[in-house]
């Protein structure tokens, strides 16, 4: 097999009676899979009684995000795998471009279509709109979205761009290059796992891309919507460690440092000006999570540096985003990048 979709669920059964049926319509030659994490709302029981030509694979627990793709994927014999979310929705043609594209381009490891927002067909989606970046101190944003801010789609974008990261919402990857990096990183569980992932391949001098020419729409936040304190842990502790794998070591010292400072503003401004105490203490546990195993990635550590090849990724900008969004203004990609 070539290439093969998969969809990893969780108690996603409205999203599957939703989406599916566009991502079966619109397969092209690929197999389409979907990986259950051990769910209990009858997603398993609907699929096989509405979509007997889904592969299907039960997993025996909730692996997560992370972890459930790595045992799903260890079933699935294909050149390509596409990770895809339960809430998207496909059209036409969205598939074999980008197959196309990796064709030609043997030295690129994995690329993601332009996603465009399933409320809003004009607006970008938060989770990877037009492909992700890193600023210096590690913060992720994306052409089409930074922080909040999330921009309407007029063609802006439409440029294939080498980017440092791709979403873990519609990414295609070449197996090979999965398992030579050992997959999604486990630990994390979910939340900035596609992020380590996509820089640990461009450390070792593989390429990412955004080809916008294709694009998917989200619906997003599905499992963990924005403001839930299990995701402000995740994202705080998986951030810091992801940093701690992957920055080169002239850096190291020196964002961990300003990151400590960083961490500690937002947590009090969570507590002081939003009054979000649920947050704040997610921030400090996601801290203290990550300094109490922080020694369990030292192998790792050592592993991803040597494997090095470039001494600066495509896509890891030597700038703070956040001095360029709050005290800049500076909100949009078009406008990080405009010549002053």
Not at 241 to 247: P, Q, V
Not at 311 to 335: C, F, H, N, P
């Amino acid at each position: 097999m070539k290439t093969a979709i998969v969809i990893l669920n969780w108690n996603g059964e409205k999203m599957l009676r939703t989406y599916l049926k566009t991502v079966e319509q619109y397969r092209g030659e690929a197999e389409v899979i979907v990986a259950d994490n051990a769910s209990t709302d009858g997603s398993v029981e609907y699929l096989r009684r509405h979509h007997p030509d889904v592969h299907l694979i039960i997993l025996d627990k909730n692996y997560g995000f992370a972890e459930g793709y790595n045992q799903a994927l260890r079933q699935v014999e294909a050149a390509y795998y596409v990770l895809l979310n339960s809430d998207i929705r496909v059209d036409s043609d969205w598939l074999s471009p980008m197959v196309a594209f990796m064709d030609q381009h043997p030295e690129v490891a994995a690329c993601q279509p332009k996603l465009l927002a399933e409320h809003d067909h004009t607006s970008f989606e938060y989770a990877g709109a037009a492909g992700g970046m890193l600023d210096r101190y590690g913060y992720p944003f994306c052409r089409g979205r930074i922080f909040d801010t999330v921009e309407t789609d007029h063609g802006q974008y439409d440029t294939p761009m080498e980017i440092l990261w791709a979403t873990g919402a519609a990414l295609l990857i070449r197996a090979a290059d999965y398992w030579q990096q050992g997959g999604l990183d486990a630990r994390f569980f979910a939340h900035n796992e596609e992020i380590d992932l996509c820089w640990r391949l461009a450390i070792a001098g593989r390429k990412i891309y955004c080809l916008p020419e294709n694009h998917v729409y989200h619906v997003g936040g599905g499992t963990l919507p924005k403001g839930n304190p299990m995701k402000t842990f995740l994202n705080f502790r998986n951030n810091l460690t992801m940093l701690y794998k992957c920055l080169p070591e002239r850096d190291l010292h020196r964002v961990m440092m300003m990151r400590r400072i960083l961490d500690y503003v937002a947590a009090l401004q969570m507590l002081i000006l939003q009054r979000n105490i649920a947050d704040f203490k997610a921030v400090l546990r996601g801290r203290r999570a990550f300094n109490k195993w922080k020694s369990d990635f030292d192998a790792d550590r050592k592993r991803i540096q040597e494997s090095r090849r470039t001494d600066k990724e495509t896509g890891r900008m030597d700038i703070s985003i956040l001095w360029q969004y709050y005290a800049r203004g500076k909100k949009t990609w078009v406008s990080l990048t405009a010549r002053r």
